[in-house]
Protein backbone atom coordinates (compact mmCIF):
# COMPACT_ATOMS: atom_id res chain seq x y z
CA UNK A 1 0.00 0.00 0.00
CA UNK A 2 1.52 2.81 -1.19
CA UNK A 3 1.92 5.98 1.44
CA UNK A 4 1.67 9.87 0.63
CA UNK A 5 4.17 10.73 -2.57
CA UNK A 6 5.93 13.62 -3.24
CA UNK A 7 8.00 15.17 -6.36
CA UNK A 8 10.16 16.51 -6.43
CA UNK A 9 12.67 15.77 -3.52
CA UNK A 10 14.81 18.58 -3.94
CA UNK A 11 14.62 21.93 -5.96
CA UNK A 12 16.42 24.82 -6.56
CA UNK A 13 15.09 28.24 -8.27
CA UNK A 14 15.46 31.75 -7.91
CA UNK A 15 13.26 34.83 -6.66
CA UNK A 16 10.50 35.61 -9.14
CA UNK A 17 10.46 32.16 -10.72
CA UNK A 18 7.30 30.22 -10.64
CA UNK A 19 7.30 26.52 -9.19
CA UNK A 20 5.19 23.69 -9.36
CA UNK A 21 4.56 20.95 -6.94
CA UNK A 22 3.23 17.69 -6.73
CA UNK A 23 1.82 14.93 -4.42
CA UNK A 24 -0.19 11.86 -4.43
CA UNK A 25 -2.22 11.31 -1.49
CA UNK A 26 -2.60 7.48 0.30
CA UNK A 27 -4.61 4.97 -1.16
CA UNK A 28 -8.07 5.23 -0.37
CA UNK A 29 -7.86 9.05 0.77
CA UNK A 30 -9.49 11.65 -1.14
CA UNK A 31 -8.52 15.13 1.18
CA UNK A 32 -5.33 16.70 0.32
CA UNK A 33 -3.79 19.45 2.61
CA UNK A 34 0.05 21.32 1.99
CA UNK A 35 2.01 22.84 4.50
CA UNK A 36 5.31 24.95 4.79
CA UNK A 37 8.00 24.04 7.40
CA UNK A 38 10.63 26.72 7.58
CA UNK A 39 13.41 25.50 9.42
CA UNK A 40 12.96 25.20 13.16
CA UNK A 41 9.42 25.75 12.61
CA UNK A 42 6.72 23.78 12.92
CA UNK A 43 4.68 23.26 9.79
CA UNK A 44 2.29 26.02 8.78
CA UNK A 45 -1.22 25.36 6.74
CA UNK A 46 -1.70 26.35 3.39
CA UNK A 47 -4.87 24.78 2.10
CA UNK A 48 -6.60 21.83 1.71
CA UNK A 49 -8.12 20.41 -1.41
CA UNK A 50 -11.45 17.96 -1.21
CA UNK A 51 -13.43 17.00 -3.95
CA UNK A 52 -11.35 19.65 -6.49
CA UNK A 53 -12.32 22.22 -4.38
CA UNK A 54 -10.37 24.87 -2.32
CA UNK A 55 -11.96 24.04 1.31
CA UNK A 56 -9.58 25.83 3.64
CA UNK A 57 -6.90 27.92 3.25
CA UNK A 58 -4.28 29.54 6.00
CA UNK A 59 -2.87 32.63 5.92
CA UNK A 60 -1.22 32.77 3.06
CA UNK A 61 -0.96 35.05 -0.05
CA UNK A 62 -2.65 34.44 -3.50
CA UNK A 63 0.95 33.66 -4.76
CA UNK A 64 0.20 30.31 -3.20
CA UNK A 65 -2.60 28.10 -5.14
CA UNK A 66 -3.27 24.80 -6.10
CA UNK A 67 -5.27 22.24 -7.84
CA UNK A 68 -6.83 18.76 -7.33
CA UNK A 69 -7.43 16.49 -9.88
CA UNK A 70 -10.05 13.67 -10.17
CA UNK A 71 -7.36 10.98 -9.12
CA UNK A 72 -7.62 13.00 -5.89
CA UNK A 73 -3.73 13.90 -6.26
CA UNK A 74 -2.75 17.85 -5.42
CA UNK A 75 -0.14 20.52 -7.29
CA UNK A 76 0.84 23.49 -4.72
CA UNK A 77 2.22 26.22 -7.07
CA UNK A 78 3.88 29.37 -6.11
CA UNK A 79 4.46 32.37 -8.04
CA UNK A 80 6.76 35.34 -7.92
CA UNK A 81 8.79 33.36 -5.15
CA UNK A 82 10.83 35.52 -2.68
CA UNK A 83 13.84 34.21 -0.23
CA UNK A 84 11.44 33.41 2.38
CA UNK A 85 10.01 31.05 0.59
CA UNK A 86 12.73 28.41 0.91
CA UNK A 87 11.37 25.67 3.14
CA UNK A 88 10.02 22.04 2.97
CA UNK A 89 7.00 21.83 1.68
CA UNK A 90 4.54 18.64 2.84
CA UNK A 91 1.39 17.24 1.29
CA UNK A 92 -0.26 15.28 4.20
CA UNK A 93 -3.93 13.47 3.20
CA UNK A 94 -6.62 12.09 5.03
CA UNK A 95 -9.88 10.35 4.14
CA UNK A 96 -12.86 13.40 4.42
CA UNK A 97 -13.22 15.16 7.26
CA UNK A 98 -11.14 12.45 9.73
CA UNK A 99 -8.23 14.59 10.78
CA UNK A 100 -6.62 11.15 12.86
CA UNK A 101 -5.94 9.81 9.79
CA UNK A 102 -3.57 12.81 8.22
CA UNK A 103 -0.26 11.24 6.66
CA UNK A 104 2.30 13.30 5.68
CA UNK A 105 4.46 13.11 2.51
CA UNK A 106 8.38 12.94 2.54
CA UNK A 107 8.44 16.45 1.36
CA UNK A 108 9.87 18.85 -0.75
CA UNK A 109 13.01 21.15 -0.34
CA UNK A 110 12.67 24.54 -2.02
CA UNK A 111 15.61 26.76 -1.88
CA UNK A 112 15.11 29.87 -3.62
CA UNK A 113 18.34 32.05 -4.55
CA UNK B 1 -0.14 35.40 20.10
CA UNK B 2 0.81 32.34 18.50
CA UNK B 3 -1.98 29.77 18.38
CA UNK B 4 0.14 27.62 19.50
CA UNK B 5 3.13 27.55 21.85
CA UNK B 6 5.52 24.84 23.09
CA UNK B 7 8.46 24.54 25.12
CA UNK B 8 10.98 24.75 22.31
CA UNK B 9 13.91 22.84 24.73
CA UNK B 10 15.71 20.85 24.05
CA UNK B 11 14.92 19.04 26.57
CA UNK B 12 17.43 15.96 27.66
CA UNK B 13 16.25 12.86 30.15
CA UNK B 14 18.27 9.80 30.63
CA UNK B 15 17.40 6.75 29.18
CA UNK B 16 14.17 5.27 31.16
CA UNK B 17 13.27 8.20 32.60
CA UNK B 18 9.66 9.92 31.70
CA UNK B 19 9.85 12.72 29.50
CA UNK B 20 7.01 15.68 29.76
CA UNK B 21 6.46 17.99 26.29
CA UNK B 22 4.47 20.84 27.03
CA UNK B 23 1.80 22.67 25.47
CA UNK B 24 -1.03 25.57 25.37
CA UNK B 25 -3.02 26.58 22.69
CA UNK B 26 -5.08 29.67 22.28
CA UNK B 27 -8.69 28.97 20.68
CA UNK B 28 -10.72 28.27 23.12
CA UNK B 29 -13.28 26.30 21.11
CA UNK B 30 -10.43 23.87 19.50
CA UNK B 31 -11.97 20.35 19.78
CA UNK B 32 -9.14 17.91 18.34
CA UNK B 33 -5.69 17.79 19.61
CA UNK B 34 -2.68 15.84 18.14
CA UNK B 35 1.07 14.96 19.12
CA UNK B 36 3.23 14.23 16.01
CA UNK B 37 7.12 13.02 16.02
CA UNK B 38 9.63 14.00 13.42
CA UNK B 39 12.85 13.04 13.50
CA UNK B 40 15.43 14.80 11.49
CA UNK B 41 15.08 15.15 8.26
CA UNK B 42 11.69 13.44 8.17
CA UNK B 43 8.36 14.56 7.42
CA UNK B 44 5.66 14.38 11.23
CA UNK B 45 4.13 11.16 11.94
CA UNK B 46 0.70 10.97 14.24
CA UNK B 47 1.95 9.93 17.83
CA UNK B 48 -1.27 10.38 19.49
CA UNK B 49 -5.05 12.39 19.10
CA UNK B 50 -6.94 13.57 22.22
CA UNK B 51 -10.58 15.25 22.20
CA UNK B 52 -11.80 14.67 25.89
CA UNK B 53 -10.48 16.21 28.99
CA UNK B 54 -8.44 13.96 30.88
CA UNK B 55 -5.71 11.38 30.13
CA UNK B 56 -5.38 8.91 27.10
CA UNK B 57 -2.62 6.19 27.09
CA UNK B 58 -1.09 4.14 24.16
CA UNK B 59 1.94 2.13 25.29
CA UNK B 60 4.79 4.26 26.45
CA UNK B 61 2.84 7.56 25.56
CA UNK B 62 0.04 9.19 27.54
CA UNK B 63 -1.42 12.26 26.01
CA UNK B 64 -3.48 14.51 28.79
CA UNK B 65 -5.51 17.66 28.00
CA UNK B 66 -7.13 20.35 30.04
CA UNK B 67 -9.22 22.42 28.23
CA UNK B 68 -9.87 24.77 30.87
CA UNK B 69 -6.25 25.49 31.01
CA UNK B 70 -6.08 25.57 27.81
CA UNK B 71 -3.17 22.76 28.06
CA UNK B 72 -2.17 19.65 26.00
CA UNK B 73 0.77 17.77 27.48
CA UNK B 74 2.21 14.44 26.47
CA UNK B 75 4.22 12.05 28.58
CA UNK B 76 6.74 9.30 27.76
CA UNK B 77 7.76 6.57 29.91
CA UNK B 78 10.91 4.82 30.16
CA UNK B 79 12.53 7.25 27.54
CA UNK B 80 14.12 5.12 24.23
CA UNK B 81 16.91 6.59 22.75
CA UNK B 82 14.70 5.79 19.64
CA UNK B 83 12.23 8.50 21.01
CA UNK B 84 14.88 11.36 20.08
CA UNK B 85 13.48 13.55 18.25
CA UNK B 86 11.30 16.91 17.70
CA UNK B 87 7.83 16.49 19.27
CA UNK B 88 4.98 18.83 17.34
CA UNK B 89 1.80 19.64 19.00
CA UNK B 90 -1.21 20.52 16.79
CA UNK B 91 -4.54 22.04 17.63
CA UNK B 92 -7.70 21.46 15.21
CA UNK B 93 -9.62 25.20 15.46
CA UNK B 94 -12.25 26.71 14.03
CA UNK B 95 -13.12 26.03 10.52
CA UNK B 96 -10.68 22.81 10.56
CA UNK B 97 -7.80 24.83 10.26
CA UNK B 98 -4.34 22.65 11.65
CA UNK B 99 -2.51 24.79 13.83
CA UNK B 100 1.19 23.56 14.98
CA UNK B 101 3.53 24.92 17.42
CA UNK B 102 7.33 24.88 16.71
CA UNK B 103 8.34 21.65 18.32
CA UNK B 104 10.49 20.46 21.91
CA UNK B 105 13.41 18.90 20.86
CA UNK B 106 14.11 15.94 22.78
CA UNK B 107 17.34 13.84 23.37
CA UNK B 108 16.80 10.47 25.18
CA UNK B 109 20.81 9.76 26.74
CA UNK B 110 21.49 6.25 27.11
Known amino acids: DAGVTQSPTHLIKTRGQQVTLRCSPKSGHDTVSWYQQALGQGPQFIFQ???????QRGNFPDRFSGHQFPNYSSELNVNALLLGDSALYLC????????????FGPGTRLTVL | QKEVEQNSGPLSVPEGAIASLNCTYS??????FFWYRQYSGKSPELIMSIYSNGDKEDGRFTAQLNKASQYVSLLIRDSQPSDSATYLC??????????FGTGTSLTVIP
Open chain 1, 92 to 103: ASSFGTNTDTQY
Open chain 1, 49 to 55: YYEEEER
Open chain 2, 27 to 32: DRVSQS
Open chain 2, 90 to 99: AVESTGNQFY
